[in-house]
């Protein structure tokens, strides 16, 4: 509960910063609708040469893209940007005054900023979203479409644990700038429907480094698509990673000895 608290404390804090800089509201809004304008131009481009892609139309694959900026949002406004600085924050001995705080120091190291300047990508995606279902050649049940509004949430810890165990490995690192590019990158394989990664790739982005899911799986679940316990195994999955990324925040902690 005391963490909670002061997660919603760091949310205050960092609302009343949205208010002094409103411009960076509407600048948000403009560059968040160009990027998903650019990607659905893409998927109008490949659609216009094919019927499917990996057994998924044209509608479906929208449906994937909006549940893929859904969960971007939300790690985009609670704790993205503290990830792609942590190496920089670190190195400037900002760290030391975090993990002495009596709360979780995994907590204030990856949200201590959060960005609710991007509460305006959300309104982009959710036009994305009803674009999504009027290209669909199906109606979906508001059910499970709500289901995989709430699924995107297991999609946004595991993202979460997942950019976890990337950054920790700074405490071993004199600099780590390749990280920035790392985690930028690390969730692009999710724009698109799993089923197109195939083989050994397919079985390591689906369970070994579960990354082709995160939009995926949530689509599947609106759609109600027949994929067996797939939504059940990621879910475990997550509950998997969440311990394995403070197992080894809590070693890498060790190993740090301040700035310099």
Same mark, same amino acid.
């Given at each position: 509960? @005391?963490? !909670?608290?002061?997660?919603?404390? %760091?949310?205050?804090?960092?609302? @009343?910063?949205?208010? !002094?800089?409103?411009? =960076?509201?509407?600048?948000?809004?403009?560059?968040?609708?160009?990027?998903?304008?650019?990607?659905?131009?893409? /998927?109008?481009?490949?659609?216009?040469? /094919?019927?499917?892609?990996?057994?998924?139309?044209?509608?479906?694959? %929208?449906?994937?893209l909006s549940y893929y900026y859904l969960f971007q949002n939300i790690s985009d406004i609670f704790y993205k940007d503290n990830f792609e600085e942590f190496s920089d924050v670190m190195r400037r001995g900002e760290l030391d005054f975090r993990i002495i705080k009596p709360v979780s120091s995994r907590l204030l190291a990856f949200c201590y900023k959060m960005r609710f300047d991007q509460l305006a990508s959300l309104v982009v995606t959710a036009g994305l979203f009803a674009y999504a279902l009027s290209e669909l050649k199906m109606n979906i049940s508001p059910l499970y479409f709500s289901m995989g509004i709430l699924y995107t949430t297991i999609s946004v810890v595991l993202y979460y644990s997942i950019l976890s165990i990337i950054s920790t490995f700074a405490f071993w690192m004199q600099k780590s700038d390749t990280f920035k590019v790392l985690i930028w990158n690390v969730s692009q394989v999710a724009r698109y429907p799993r089923q197109i990664y195939t083989g050994i790739i397919g079985k390591v982005l689906t369970f070994i480094i579960p990354i082709a899911g995160l939009a995926s799986v949530p689509a599947e679940i609106a759609l109600q698509f027949?994929?067996?316990?797939?939504?059940?195994?990621?879910?475990?999955?997550?509950?998997?990673?969440?311990? /394995?990324?403070?197992?080894?925040? =809590?070693?890498?902690? @060790?190993?740090? =000895? =301040?700035?310099?």
């Amino acid at each position: 509960m @005391k963490t !909670i608290k002061i997660f919603f404390a %760091l949310c205050a804090i960092n609302f @009343k910063h949205l208010l !002094i800089y409103r411009a =960076s509201f509407w600048i948000t809004f403009l560059l968040m609708a160009g990027w998903a304008g650019a990607y659905v131009t893409f /998927i109008e481009v490949i659609f216009g040469h /094919i019927d499917t892609l990996a057994g998924w139309g044209k509608g479906e694959a %929208l449906l994937v893209l909006s549940y893929y900026y859904l969960f971007q949002n939300i790690s985009d406004i609670f704790y993205k940007d503290n990830f792609e600085e942590f190496s920089d924050v670190m190195r400037r001995g900002e760290l030391d005054f975090r993990i002495i705080k009596p709360v979780s120091s995994r907590l204030l190291a990856f949200c201590y900023k959060m960005r609710f300047d991007q509460l305006a990508s959300l309104v982009v995606t959710a036009g994305l979203f009803a674009y999504a279902l009027s290209e669909l050649k199906m109606n979906i049940s508001p059910l499970y479409f709500s289901m995989g509004i709430l699924y995107t949430t297991i999609s946004v810890v595991l993202y979460y644990s997942i950019l976890s165990i990337i950054s920790t490995f700074a405490f071993w690192m004199q600099k780590s700038d390749t990280f920035k590019v790392l985690i930028w990158n690390v969730s692009q394989v999710a724009r698109y429907p799993r089923q197109i990664y195939t083989g050994i790739i397919g079985k390591v982005l689906t369970f070994i480094i579960p990354i082709a899911g995160l939009a995926s799986v949530p689509a599947e679940i609106a759609l109600q698509f027949d994929h067996g316990k797939i939504a059940y195994i990621l879910a475990g999955i997550t509950i998997v990673m969440m311990a /394995i990324a403070q197992w080894f925040w =809590s070693f890498g902690l @060790k190993r740090y =000895s =301040s700035a310099g």
